[in-house]
């Protein structure tokens, strides 16, 4: 049963602190993408890659976000340095890419707490 | 501006009745809808998913119908169950620039109690 794998599942740091958060993709998967959810805002979309490349990151703040592929099977998010107000679930979504009917796999989320 | 809106909020139903969710969608160019159900702690999960010429879609006891003139789209779920209690998500992509690019609703919470 192939599935999204994040870790870790929880995080608590203090603001001023970097969180680097992983994403194993479902093996064969050619793209990943990196939401956020609050009880605010709900579901945002923060970056997108496909085969490894970033072809979107427009909802990312990058002063302080960034998003990588090292392989094919690892993708990260990393917070340097975070806020409070990033306080959230982080999820990661993959698929097999490329038509209008996509579907996204998502993991079970990264809840990080920024004190 | 793309956006997907979702009513009610929220809903309490007694289990074993039938309730209607509502999602309504500004999104251009419109690709496909979908319903996503997310349980508390976890990822969402997908329902079901309409492209244009599609009206109606079902799974199991969940019905999707949508309405492209008027940019409308309901999820029907039928005797519900304890286990129907989530969050449903609808989600309209807009596919450009090689990719859907998915707008999402805020939710509706669903209680179903026994």
């Known amino acids: 049963d192939a599935r999204v794998t994040q870790t870790p599942r929880h995080k608590v740091t203090e603001m001023g602190q970097e969180v680097t958060m992983r994403c194993q993709p479902i093996l064969g998967h050619n793209t990943v993408f990196w939401y956020r959810q609050t009880m605010m805002q709900g579901l945002e979309l923060l970056a997108y890659f496909r085969n490894r490349a970033p072809l979107d990151d427009s909802g990312m703040p990058k002063d302080r976000f960034s998003a990588e592929m090292p392989d094919a099977t690892l993708a990260t998010l990393k917070i340097q340095p975070s806020e409070p107000r990033d306080s959230a679930v982080y999820f990661c979504?993959?698929?097999?890419?490329?038509?209008?009917?996509?579907?996204?796999?998502f993991g079970p989320g990264t809840r990080l707490t920024v004190l | 501006k793309n956006q997907v809106e979702q009513s009610p909020q929220s809903l309490i139903i007694l289990e074993g009745k039938n309730c209607t969710l509502q999602c309504n969608y500004t999104v251009s160019p419109f690709s496909n809808l979908r319903w996503y159900k997310q349980d508390t702690g976890r990822g969402p999960v997908s329902l079901t998913i309409?492209?244009?010429?599609?009206n109606t879609k079902s799974n199991g006891r969940y019905t999707a119908t949508l309405d492209a003139d008027t940019k409308q789209s309901s999820l029907h779920i039928t005797a519900s169950q304890l286990s129907d209690s989530a969050s449903y998500i609808c989600?309209?992509?807009?596919?450009?620039?090689?990719?859907?690019?998915?707008?999402f609703g805020a939710g509706t919470r669903l209680a179903v109690h026994p």
């Open positions: 979504a993959s698929g097999e890419g490329g038509t209008s009917a996509d579907t996204q796999y």
């Open positions: 989600v309209v992509s807009a596919f450009s620039g090689g990719y859907n690019k998915l707008i």
């Open positions: 309409m492209t244009f010429s599609e």
